[in-house]
C-alpha cells in the first residue's frame, strides 16, 4: 500500500528552527508538497519538489531526497504565528494525492 | 478576490436527512475536489472532477455524489446521513500539470445526531 509518515506532534521555541520530516512509500512518483493548516482552517500551499535539493523560500526551505523517499520542512526564526499542522502530500504514478496525517507544530515564547 | 468559496461552513443535522454544500472557484482551474477530514486529521480524497471526467474514491459510500453544473462549482450532496459522516468537508481546486498546488476552501463543519 502507499504510506506518509510524518510525526503526530512537534514542540519548538520562539525564535529557533525546526526539522520536520517525511517518509513516504508511493506506487510512482511525481512531485512532493508540503501544506500548513491552521486550527479550523482550510490548508495553504507552502512548497513544492519534484528533483533533489533543497528549495528555498523566504523563512521556510524544503528539501527532497528521492532515493530515501524522504522530506524535510525547515521552518527558521520560529514565530508564535507558524504554530499549526504541517502536511505532506505525494502525487503518485497516477498523478493522485497521497496525504500523510500532519505534524501538529506546537510553538513555546 | 480569487478563491474557493463553499457554503456552509457549519452544518447540524440529523441522521437520515439529506443535506448539499456548494462549492464555487473563481481561479478558472481545470480540475475540484472534495475531501473530507476526520477527527485524525487525514485528508481523504472523495471525488476530482474536471471537463473530462469524474474520479470516485471507491470507498466513498454511493450516499455521496457530486454535481457539477459548470466548470466552476462542484456541489456535494449527501443522501440519508449517518454519524460516521460528521467531519469536516473541503473543496479544492487546481489546475491541471503535476507541479499545481491545491487551492481550498475553508471547509464545512458537518455534524449528524
Known amino acids: 500500500g502507499q504510506n506518509i509518515d510524518q510525526p503526530t506532534e512537534m514542540t519548538a521555541t520562539e525564535g529557533a528552527i525546526v526539522q520536520i520530516n517525511c517518509t513516504y512509500q508511493t506506487s510512482g512518483f511525481n512531485g512532493l508538497f508540503w501544506y500548513q493548516q491552521h486550527a479550523g482552517e482550510a490548508p495553504t500551499f507552502l512548497s513544492y519538489n519534484v528533483l533533489d535539493g533543497l528549495e528555498e523560500k523566504g523563512r521556510f526551505s524544503s528539501f527532497l531526497s528521492r532515493s530515501k523517499g524522504y522530506s524535510y520542512l525547515l521552518l527558521k526564526e520560529l514565530q508564535m504565528k507558524d504554530s499549526a499542522s504541517y502536511l505532506c502530500?505525494?502525487?503518485?504514478?497516477?498523478?493522485?494525492?497521497?496525504w500523510g496525517a500532519g505534524t501538529k507544530l506546537i510553538i513555546k515564547p | 478576490d480569487t478563491a474557493v468559496s463553499q457554503t456552509p461552513k457549519y452544518l447540524v443535522t440529523q441522521m437520515g436527512n439529506d443535506k448539499s454544500i456548494k462549492c464555487e472557484q473563481n481561479?478558472?482551474?481545470?480540475?475540484m475536489y472534495w475531501y473530507k477530514q476526520d477527527s485524525k486529521k487525514f485528508l481523504k480524497i472523495m471525488f476530482s472532477?474536471?471537463?473530462?471526467?469524474?474520479?470516485i474514491n471507491e470507498t466513498v459510500p454511493n450516499r455521496f455524489s457530486p454535481k457539477s453544473p459548470d466548470k466552476a462549482h462542484l456541489n456535494l450532496h449527501i443522501n440519508s446521513l449517518e454519524l460516521g459522516d460528521s467531519a469536516v468537508y473541503f473543496c479544492?481546486?487546481?489546475?491541471?500539470?503535476?507541479?499545481?498546488?491545491?487551492?481550498f476552501g475553508n471547509g464545512t463543519r458537518l455534524t449528524v445526531t
Open positions: 481561479l478558472g482551474h481545470d480540475t
Open positions: 479544492a481546486s487546481s489546475q491541471e500539470g503535476e507541479s499545481s498546488p491545491l487551492h
Open positions: 472532477y474536471n471537463n473530462k471526467e469524474l474520479i
Open positions: 502530500a505525494v502525487r503518485d504514478s497516477n498523478y493522485q494525492l497521497i
